[in-house]
């Protein structure tokens, strides 16, 4: 499975994919930086972060995207380029059907490190180490790209497979015999009466006579 990460960001955008499934070893697909000048109109800004996003869509064909969710910042400015990119990522990803999840920081971070808590330095050490590469991912929105995407491989096949292990227990419920009335175990009505059946209760009081 390829997961596509998106940090996003409208002067920096990172964007890092991987290959790979929970228990074996990930492998990196690509990586790099979606920049916009800060001086351009915001609409201009926008549509540069889209046109560069579906060249990356295109080019590496992921079976998911994986985006970080914003969350409240002191600098509102940052909260809300943040917010319009991660949209743009969204949606460049919905019109081609790509599923797309939402992780936060913290997740990303657990998943990654062990940990909601750690600093870049040790996000970009593990992921360097998970992806075995010889340089570390630079610039660091790279590496978050990354994080992120090794974060859905993991915690979304997980996902994936718990809604898939509860979805077969509820068709083997509705496809097995429903509780009878008497025998409290879906038995036919004749057995109901005893685990014998009537039948065979009249056969085995003949015997004993």
Known sequence: MRVLGV?????????????????????????????????????????ALETELEQWLVRLEPDAVAVERVFSQHNVRTVMGTAQAGAVAITCAARRGIPVALHTPSEVKAAVT??????????????????????????ADCADALALAICHLWRGTAQR??????????????SSPRTGAAGGFGESPAAAEGFWGPSSRTSAARGGR
Request: net charge positive.
């Open 7 to 47: 940090d996003p960001g409208l002067t920096r955008c990172g964007i890092g994919a991987v290959d790979g499934e929970p228990g074996r070893a990930l492998r990196l697909a690509g990586t790099g930086v979606i920049r916009t000048p800060a001086a351009d109109d915001i609409g201009a800004r926008l549509l």
């Open 161 to 174: 497979r718990l809604a898939a292990a509860v979805q077969s227990a509820e068709s083997l419920r509705a």
């Open 114 to 139: 062990g940990t909601g808590t750690a600093g870049k330095q040790q996000v970009t050490a593990m992921v360097s180490r998970l992806l075995r590469l010889s340089d570390p991912p630079h610039p």
